[in-house]
């Protein structure tokens, strides 16, 4: 059984356990019922180590990723959850950003979207973005956090460092 407990620190709340690797994940999430299912759901779980760093839209996400004021000390995220549904910019828009930037461009991505986004033309996925139905109750949650688990554990077993 895992022990987890949420702390905060510089202004992000981390969940913290008994586990030695702890996974940093960015969540770009503007609803914020969104991101307290996602703290549920780990919670729930039990599942693993994470620190949670937020960002509301795609302009606080890219500040974040590329460190920039008020983000100087940011970590680098070892995974990103994406909403599809933000005020300011597309999922597929964050994702071109990340794909500019060669310290960013092999963060594994989870894009949670209603419906399945249709790339614009000229644009295919990469294959470290993976695509969610977004998660509506705190099961779905864990389902997919489940899903992402297995596929971490397996990569880390495979090369020391998942590279999605």
């Not at 503007?30 to 994470?50: F, G, H, N, P, R």
């Not at 989870?110 to 986004?117: G, Y």
């Not at 389902?143 to 554990?153: K, P, Q, S």
Request: aromatic fraction near 8%.
């Amino acid at each position: 059984m895992w022990e987890v407990y949420f702390d905060k620190k510089d202004g992000h709340e981390i969940m913290r356990g008994a586990v030695k690797n702890t996974i940093k994940i960015l969540t770009i999430e503007d609803d914020t019922a969104q991101v307290e299912a996602l703290k549920e759901a780990l919670t729930v779980a039990q599942i693993i180590c994470v620190e949670i760093h937020e960002a509301a839209d795609g302009e606080q996400a890219m500040t974040f990723l590329n460190q920039e004021y008020p983000f100087m000390d940011a970590p680098q995220p070892d995974l990103i959850f994406l909403s599809n549904h933000l005020p300011d910019m597309s999922g597929e828009n964050i994702i071109k950003g990340l794909q500019r930037d060669r310290r960013l461009q092999n963060i594994p991505v989870a894009l949670f979207s209603e419906e399945p986004p249709r790339g614009s033309e000229g644009f295919s996925f990469p294959s470290n973005c993976h695509m969610f139905k977004r998660p509506a109750t705190c099961d779905e949650w864990i389902y997919v956090l489940r899903c992402i688990e297995d596929v971490w554990v397996t990569l880390l077993n495979m090369a020391g460092k998942p590279h999605m």
